[in-house]
């Protein structure tokens, strides 16, 4: 089984920072794409931000030149520093990774979320 656990969300101002983690653990053998998710209240589930097995990035329109997706392979984590924050961030935020399980199996698997919201 894999487990995703998620830290650093809360309370800013707008224009303040905050910085996301997801680490994973379990019956982990290989990590590919690894996601940042938000959903606001009355909103459909967005892609924020991706990065790919190969460090490749791609990031929402909203966000891009504000958030910074990152990966440690070794620690089996994602991280997403988001900078700039505007009211319109607030959301809860999902990481998402999916990889192969110890028997080869795909998987695709979420974390818990953690909220962020951010004050005009």
């Known amino acids: 089984q894999v487990q995703l656990v998620e830290s650093g969300g809360g309370l800013v101002q707008a224009g303040g920072s905050l910085r996301l983690s997801c680490t994973a653990s379990?019956?982990?053998?290989?990590?590919?794409?690894m996601r940042w998710y938000r959903q606001a209240p009355g909103k459909q589930r967005e892609l924020v931000a991706v990065?790919?097995?190969?460090?490749?990035?791609n990031y929402a329109d909203s966000v891009k030149g504000r958030f910074t997706i990152s990966r440690d392979n070794a620690k089996k984590s994602v991280s997403m520093q988001m900078n700039s924050l505007k009211p319109e961030d607030t959301a809860v935020y999902y990481c998402?990774?999916?990889?192969?399980?110890?028997?080869?199996?795909?998987?695709?698997?979420w974390g818990q979320g953690t909220q962020v919201t951010v004050s005009s």
């Open positions: 998402n990774v999916e990889g192969l399980t110890t028997f080869a199996r795909y998987y695709n698997d």
């Open positions: 379990g019956s982990i053998f290989t990590i590919r794409a």
């Open positions: 990065i790919n097995s190969d460090s490749s990035t």
